[in-house]
């Protein structure tokens, strides 16, 4: 069974760092693309970063420059730092573990972690 377990969220002023960390169970964790959404209140879910299997990484123009996505294939660990936090970060973060063939996608999700950025 596959599960995840988001850490890290919080209460932070703007210009703050945080660092969210998703643990997974089982044994999909080094054959996923892990990722990093958020959900506002009143908006969607929206993807902020994914990490590859073979450590590529893809960010939300938004985020650009201030977070960074990493993986530790060891620990079965997904992290997000996160750097010079606006107001606008506050979100409900959630983890994702996808994998699979592209005709048998299976997606994994956390319970989410709150991110609020407030002065």
């Known amino acids: 069974q596959v599960q995840l377990v988001e850490s890290g969220g919080g209460l932070v002023q703007p210009g703050e760092s945080l660092r969210l960390s998703c643990a997974v169970s089982g044994s999909i964790f080094s054959m996923s693309t892990m990722g990093w959404y958020r959900q506002a209140p009143g908006n969607q879910r929206e993807l902020v970063a994914t990490v590859t299997s073979g450590g590529s990484t893809n960010y939300v123009d938004s985020v650009k420059g201030r977070f960074t996505i990493s993986r530790d294939n060891v620990k079965n660990t997904v992290y997000l730092q996160m750097t010079s936090l606006k107001f606008e970060d506050t979100a409900v973060y959630y983890c994702?573990?996808?994998?699979?063939?592209?005709?048998?996608?299976?997606?994994?999700w956390g319970q989410g972690t709150q991110v609020t950025v407030s002065s």
């Open positions: 994702n573990a996808r994998f699979g063939p592209p005709w048998n996608v299976r997606n994994f």
